[in-house]
Each structure stands twice: as C-alpha cells, then as structure tokens.
C-alpha cells in the first residue's frame, strides 16, 4: 500500500501549488457540499518556510457553484487560545480583502476551515459548524432578511452573509469510513487512503501525495517534521502529566491543611498535629 504524506506538511509545502489545487477543491467540496473551485492563494502566514512555524494557515480566493467569489480560510495549528486565533484569522481575511473606500456591500463571505489535531472543546461530534444567527430574547425568533436585502446580496438567511467556522477533530474519528467526509478525516487523521475511498479530492491526493514522489531532500525534512510532531506530544503529555501531578499535590496540601485547623480548634498540639497530617512545623506555625 503506497505511504501518503501526511496533510498538515501538504497543506504547507505542496497544496499552494496551482497543480494541486485539485486536493483542496475537494476536500472543501465535501465540506460544504457544492463545487468550490480556487482562483488563487492569496498571502498568508503559511508562506514562511521554518518548519517549526506554528502557524499553518492557507488563505484562498475561491467560486462557488453560483459563481460567486468567496474566501476560504484553512488553519492547522495548535494552541491554547485556538477559537480566538479563529475569530482573529476570519476578521483579518474580510478587513484585508476589501479596497480602501469600498463600501460594506462588498465584504466577501468567509469560510474558516479548522483542522485541528489535538483536544478542542469537549463534544461528542467530529465536524462542527458554527454560524451567526440573531435570536429574539422574548419571542426567540432569528431574525429574517427582508426582500431588498435578499434579492441584492441573493441569500435566504441573514447568517449567510457573516464568517461560517468548520472545525475538524480529526484525532476522534476512530471508526470505519461511511461518507465522503468521513473518507477525508480518515486521511487527515491517519496520513492513509483507502483503496475503495472515492471522496472528490482524494484521487488527486493519491497521484500527487506519494512520499515516493519526494526527492531525498524533501523527504528527509519530512520526517524530521513527523519526529518533531512525535516529539511535540510526548512534550505536551509530560507537561500534562505534571500539571495532574501537582494538582493532585496540592490538593493534598489542601486537604492536609484544613484538617490541622480542625484539630487545632479541637485543642491538639503542634507535634500531635504534625504527625497526624505530615505538615511542616513552619506550616502549622501560621494557622
């Protein structure tokens, strides 16, 4: 079974390819479930090289199957603050694609695709949508477009006129792939295509996304990105594990400490109280 390269070092070093196009095409497709074809990629972080950047991030000027303009956003990242880093990319995209002097009329929808691999949220879900609706808070209604509106920027809902987020945990799919969207997180998330999958995109991530296709210096600096990802989790796993070990460490602390105040009250000493809770005499001295 040939070996693909896994989608985050794609997304970075091949899929701003225009001979590549074809790979993004499909997976937003699948997403959004009309035909989105990309004009061009427009000026993004991910145009920096260092391999440790932790910004991961492809900005496109893309058509839907009305022919009309939108721009896709994709991030891969990972950090702490990752729902703002969404808000902050998606206000940077409509601020910065529209002429000086342009009126409001002529922002431009915008899609923010999140790939993300590692704990966002808790959810039971994989995909998530999110958009903007405007909801009563007496009769709870949402708020409709009236005809001129609608008939001028052609959409139903007042929600299709603001940013749309997508976010893919793709680290929690862990059953067989049914749908087109599920063949897609099946890669995203192990680096593999199944022969029987047929999700538009893939077939072109087959031809195009071999290791074998890497020349030895590419695929040297690939698999220096996979053991730093490996590297990057044992990190992060440490970091948690100590977190949990010094919570639990203070909790203890805690535990201990309110126990020798109950026994104080109760008239116990000093030396009594320390072996009975293991606390310093120091400690005891200050309650």
Do not use: C
């Not at 601020?95 to 000086?100: A, C, M, S, V």
């Not at 067989?176 to 680096?191: C, D, M, Q």
């Amino acid at each position: 079974m040939a070996s693909y390269i896994r989608f985050d070092w794609a997304m970075k070093r091949l899929l701003r390819n225009k001979a590549n196009f074809g790979v993004l095409e499909g997976l937003l497709t699948t997403l959004l479930e009309e035909k989105i074809t990309i004009r061009h990629l427009l000026e993004s972080e991910s145009n920096q090289d260092d391999e440790f950047d932790k910004y991961n991030r492809v900005d496109m000027l893309a058509e839907d199957s009305k022919g009309k303009l939108i721009l896709i956003e994709i991030q891969n990242n990972n950090e702490y603050a990752y729902f703002q880093r969404m808000l902050f990319g998606t206000s940077k995209l409509v601020t910065e694609y529209i002429n000086r002097g342009e009126g409001y009329d002529k922002v431009r929808k915008v899609y923010s695709v999140n790939i993300v691999y590692f704990s966002l949220g808790h959810g039971k879900d994989i995909v998530y949508h999110g958009k903007t609706e405007f909801r009563g808070i007496h009769e709870h209604d949402i708020l409709k477009l009236t005809p001129f509106p609608r008939q001028t920027f052609q959409v139903d809902e007042v929600s299709q006129l603001y940013p749309e987020y997508y976010i893919l945990k793709v680290n929690d799919f862990n059953a067989v792939a049914k749908t087109p969207l599920e063949e897609w997180i099946y890669y995203l998330n192990t680096g593999e295509i199944s022969e029987r999958a047929g999700a538009p995109g893939l077939a072109e991530a087959r031809e195009r996304l071999q290791v074998d296709h890497m020349t030895k210096v590419e695929r040297d600096a690939y698999f220096r990105h996979l053991d730093n990802i490996v590297i990057l989790r044992d990190n992060i796993n440490t970091e948690r594990a100590e977190g949990r070990a010094e919570g639990w460490a203070e909790g203890r602390t805690e535990i201990a400490l309110e126990i020798a105040r109950k026994l104080k009250d109760r008239g116990f000493s000093l030396s009594e109280i320390k072996d009975a809770t293991g606390l310093d005499v120091q400690d005891l001295q200050k309650l």
